[in-house]
């Protein structure tokens, strides 16, 4: 009888160790997905990021601002875009000193925040005070050291900024969405864009879509080639313009008769290797003109390898606003092209 006992009582420890383990074991459990509820719901409650599209909110103190510090900012994130007619910044900067960031002024939706530290830091993060946010980090002991770290991370994080403006405009474009289907039908792809942009022109491997502006246009054109029309080696610079002149004077022609759109010849174009819709992409900036005619403007276009259906399928943004400036007329034209989508494998006939 007493060995039986002291069996059943080593069993009955061990199953109060075993519930022990269970319930702890439990309780640990419970803790870290509060936690990371916690954390969800804190993202969750995050006020809506604001600020103008291309707009950039630099927090620095005023003594650096003024000063070399804040030359090397404006060298890079206030230089001249890219196939514009004059010269227009990257972003609209707005500078922020160190003790007026609290508050509203911390819900700006892209913040460079730069800052005197004993220790070199820099990097990215997201949606911090509002959403959707990013903020770029540059810390370091002096002025020479922030000089650097501003020059090593210009480049990701003008990237990061303006992927954040793209995403924030198709959002915005969801508000009063253009769902005609002619795109769709003809192209097999999808564009995300206001209603404001209308159907006006289409034919058999050609459609031109506009939206009137106070002081002008803005056009799309979709259209496709075969697959290799634009060669990869250093002729198709030249490839394109043949190219481009050629669609200018089937597809869009001016008010008389030998007057359609051309590539300006005063300006060679900004070509750029880039991944659309995750496809092999030439990006192409640069100014159109009108071939006899006093009539220009910028102009973006994209040349999207599209291997499955054996087509070079383009998408082409320009603005006619004689006088006003273009930039952000623009960047809605980049992120309607890059909101592209492939709806189906096989081209549609």
């Not at 509060?34 to 707009?55: F, M, R, T």
């Not at 005197?116 to 959707?132: E, W």
Request: charged share 30%; hydrophobic share 35%.
């Amino acid at each position: 009888m007493l060995k039986n006992d002291r069996k059943k009582d080593h069993a009955g420890k061990g199953l109060q160790r075993h519930g022990l383990f269970t319930v702890l074991l439990a309780g640990i459990l419970l803790v870290f997905a509060s936690c990371q509820e916690n954390k969800k719901d804190k993202k969750s409650y995050l006020p809506e990021s604001v600020g103008a599209i291309n707009s950039l909110a630099v927090v620095i103190d005023n003594e650096m601002w003024k000063g070399e510090v804040g030359d090397e900012i404006r060298e890079y994130y206030a230089a001249p875009v890219d196939g514009l007619p004059w010269e227009e910044p990257v972003f609209t900067l707005h500078q922020i000193p160190l003790p007026v960031f609290k508050g509203s002024t911390t819900k700006s939706r892209n913040i460079l925040f730069v800052q005197r530290d004993s220790a070199v830091n820099s990097g990215i993060k997201t949606d911090t005070y509002a959403r959707p946010q990013k903020i770029g980090i540059v810390r370091a002991p002096d002025n020479g050291s922030l000089i650097d770290l501003i020059g090593k991370t210009s480049e990701q994080y003008i990237q990061e900024f303006k992927d954040n403006d793209i995403r924030e405009n198709q959002k915005r474009f969801h508000t009063a969405l253009n769902k005609e289907p002619y795109v769709q039908q003809k192209f097999g792809i999808s564009l995300t864009m206001p209603s404001v942009y209308k159907t006006s022109k289409q034919e058999d491997n050609f459609i031109w879509i506009e939206r009137v502006i106070p002081k002008g246009t803005m056009h799309i054109f979709v259209y496709e080639l075969p697959l290799n029309s634009i060669p990869g080696d250093s002729s198709r610079v030249d490839a394109f313009i043949k190219m481009h002149d050629s669609i200018g004077k089937k597809y869009v022609p001016g008010r008389e008769e030998g007057m359609y759109m051309i590539t300006q010849k005063a300006y060679a174009p900004y070509i750029f290797d880039i991944t659309l819709a995750k496809k092999p992409t030439i990006e192409v900036k640069g100014m159109w003109e009108m071939k006899n005619f006093a009539m220009a403007g910028p102009f973006l276009c994209y040349l999207i390898r599209d291997e499955e259906n054996d087509r070079l399928l383009v998408l082409e943004g320009l603005t006619f606003a004689p006088s006003e400036d273009k930039r952000d007329y623009m960047f809605e034209l980049e992120s309607i092209l890059k909101s592209v989508k492939f709806t189906s494998e096989k081209k549609p006939e």
